[in-house]
């Protein structure tokens, strides 16, 4: 009726380590509770004292929040436990967490008082995908798959193992090893919620960069921002998984091309997503969805038959690739991490 209403500012909290979609499924419900979104992200220490060991880092587990599309603001080093002061001090109405369990292993529950004040509420837990559940799909990898990514980077032709490919089709292939490890079932319902995206204005500088997108993290964040900073719409092509098992080989990719799209579509930076975008950047890909202004170019410039994915577009003088050196060292830094964290 006009008439000015207080905005509902919520409040949710969490670890968010290897921050996933089930995460950021929870904080498009809590956005949808409300008109400010304030989400507190527990620090190291205080994950360490109530919980154990992070896999991320603190600074990169505030920045996976910071760049989820449904977030405002992000509170660094917030507590573990959500009193009425921490609702208070940052005004938040009431807090959300998913239906899951809130009791630490003694029996205190983390949200008693907030619950008591009538200043809680649930969301539903996404089925699938938690933190735990990456980290065992990491572990379920072979130790070999680093020696192969190495010299496939070097010659992909040569040292491409066609057996790799055999029983895989565009369809979940139950000997595909992915498939077999993650227990993800997507529907098409989920894939509109995350959309939520806009078209380009007319004049609007249309952007592409695709990638696998796998395990979505920092560097993917990043990549994501410079490009999107290159344009005023972001189209990123997401690979299916075929494609990336073909280029990466072995257990790769450890998210199915579902659960990628999904990570992508909740990053603050894309506009639109192609689900299942060719390795080669096709004519069909620059101008079928809408026509693409500029490349970012973002991966290594072979294909597996050893051909160059951005002849096209480096043709039309349209392949921007500066970005490229910066996001290779990023990404090799953090898998390097990772896998040395995990013994891999
Ligand atoms: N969450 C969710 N679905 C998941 C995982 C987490 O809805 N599959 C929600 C949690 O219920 C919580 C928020 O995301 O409201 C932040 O979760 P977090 O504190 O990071 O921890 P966990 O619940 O332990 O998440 P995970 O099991 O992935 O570590």
């Known amino acids: ?69 449904w977030v405002d603001v992000v509170v660094p080093d917030a507590p573990y436990f959500t009193t009425l002061h921490v609702l208070d001090k940052f005004h938040c109405d009431f807090c959300v967490h998913g239906d899951d369990i809130t009791t630490l292993a003694d029996g205190t529950d983390c949200y008693q008082e907030v619950k008591d004040a009538n200043r809680y509420r649930e969301c539903k837990r996404t089925q699938g995908v938690s933190t735990t559940e990456l980290v065992g799909r990491m572990l379920l990898m072979t130790k070999d798959h680093h020696k192969r990514r190495s010299s496939l980077a070097q010659s992909p032709i040569t040292h491409f193992k066609s057996e790799e490919l055999e029983g895989f089709s565009s369809g979940a292939s139950k000997s595909a090893p992915y498939t077999t490890i993650s227990h993800f079932l997507p529907t098409s319902r989920r894939i509109v919620q995350f959309s939520e995206g806009r078209e380009p204005m007319p004049g609007d500088k249309v952007v592409y960069v695709d990638g696998d997108f796998d395990l979505f993290h920092v560097g993917h964040i990043e990549l994501l921002r410079a490009a999107k900073a290159q344009g005023d719409y972001l189209l990123v092509g997401v690979h299916d998984d075929q494609t990336v098992n073909a280029i990466k080989g072995s257990n790769f990719p450890l998210m199915n091309l579902h659960e990628r799209v999904l990570s992508v579509l909740a990053c603050r930076f894309v506009d639109e997503v192609v689900i299942g975008a060719p390795f080669k950047v096709t004519k069909e890909v620059l101008e079928k969805v809408y026509k693409v202004d500029v490349v970012v170019v973002a991966k290594p410039e072979h294909d597996i038959d050893g051909a160059d994915p951005y002849a096209l577009p480096r043709a039309m003088g349209i392949a921007q690739r500066k970005l490229y050196e910066e996001r290779k060292s990023a990404c090799c830094a953090k898998e390097t991490q990772i896998a040395d964290e995990f013994d891999l």
């Open 1 to 69: 009726d006009g008439k000015l209403r207080k905005p509902v500012v919520v409040w949710v909290d969490g670890c968010f380590d290897m921050m996933h979609y089930g995460h950021a499924n929870a904080l498009r419900q809590a956005k949808a509770m409300a008109d400010i979104l304030v989400v507190g992200v527990h620090s190291d220490a205080e994950i360490l004292v109530n919980k154990g060991p992070t896999v991320m880092k603190e600074q990169e587990r505030y920045a996976a929040v910071a760049a989820c599309k």
